[in-house]
T-cell receptor, first 111, second 114 residues
Framework: GIQVEQSPPDLILQEGANSTLRCNFS?????LQWFHQNPWGQLINLFY???GTKQNGRLSATTVATERYSLLYISSSQTTDSGVYFC?????????????FGKGTKLTVNP | DTEVTQTPKHLVMGMTNKKSLKCEQH?????MYWYKQKAKKPPELMFV???????INESVPSRFSPECPNSSLLNLHLHALQPEDSALYLC?????????????FGPGTRLTVL
């Protein structure tokens, strides 16, 4: 089945710093989403980006489908950016077509 | 409105109790999902409903019983749960099931089984 790997697993930043999170996937995909899970557990949609580049405020994402990776850029980080960032791709795993999540990157932004 | 709502936010139940989790969306989506998330792990798919019919059951134990009364509502009935079933239960919806469909998640129900 499809494999999704995220790096780094943990990231600690000072407020104002920039960061890049990476997601590698093992097969071609039709759907790739980036989520931010806040400390209360809510999964917030950041980007739906099976290919190309998108920007939303301080966040941007790029997916290079032919090379099977996606990057999430966070600029001028704020303490409210803390939480876990998940990459998820639509693919076959265990015989079912489903959204498969990576293990996440835990981001801590210190004031 | 890209909102999925879930009730209750928190639930504590004993192993002999019967309880239900509720999920609602008013985006006109025809696919709805239940996920289970243990601490420090990613969400794992449990069930998928497409056009109010169960299309995927990820070999979930029968003590979890999903129900989709209409296109806007999804329930998860719980009976005789075990302490290891304690987790965050997330509901999601998408326009259709399958590829090229963005999923939107609710805030979750944090379940504790005593």
């Amino acid at each position: 089945g499809i494999q999704v790997e995220q790096s780094p697993p943990d990231l600690i930043l000072q407020e104002g710093a920039n960061s890049t999170l990476r997601c590698n996937f093992s097969d071609s995909v039709n759907n790739l989403q980036w989520f931010h899970q806040n400390p209360w557990g809510q999964l917030i949609n950041l980007f739906y980006i099976p290919s190309g580049t998108k920007q939303n405020g301080r966040l941007s994402a790029t997916t290079v489908a032919t090379e099977r990776y996606s990057l999430l850029y966070i600029s001028s980080s704020q303490t409210t950016d803390s939480g876990v960032y998940f990459c998820a791709v639509e693919g076959i795993q265990g015989g079912s077509e489903k959204l498969v999540f990576g293990k996440g990157t835990k981001l801590t932004v210190n004031p | 409105d890209t909102e999925v709502t879930q009730t209750p936010k928190h639930l504590v139940m004993g192993m002999t109790n019967k309880k239900s989790l509720k999920c609602e969306q008013h985006m006109g989506h025809r696919a709805m999902y239940w996920y289970k998330q243990k601490a420090k792990k990613p969400p794992e798919l449990m069930f998928v409903y497409s056009y109010e019919k169960l299309s995927i059951n990820e070999s979930v134990p029968s003590r979890f019983s999903p129900e989709c009364p209409n296109s806007s509502l999804l329930n998860l009935h719980l009976h005789a749960l075990q302490p290891e079933d304690s987790a965050l239960y997330l509901c999601a919806s998408s326009p259709l099931a399958g590829v090229n469909n963005e999923q939107f998640f609710g805030p979750g129900t944090r379940l504790t089984v005593l």
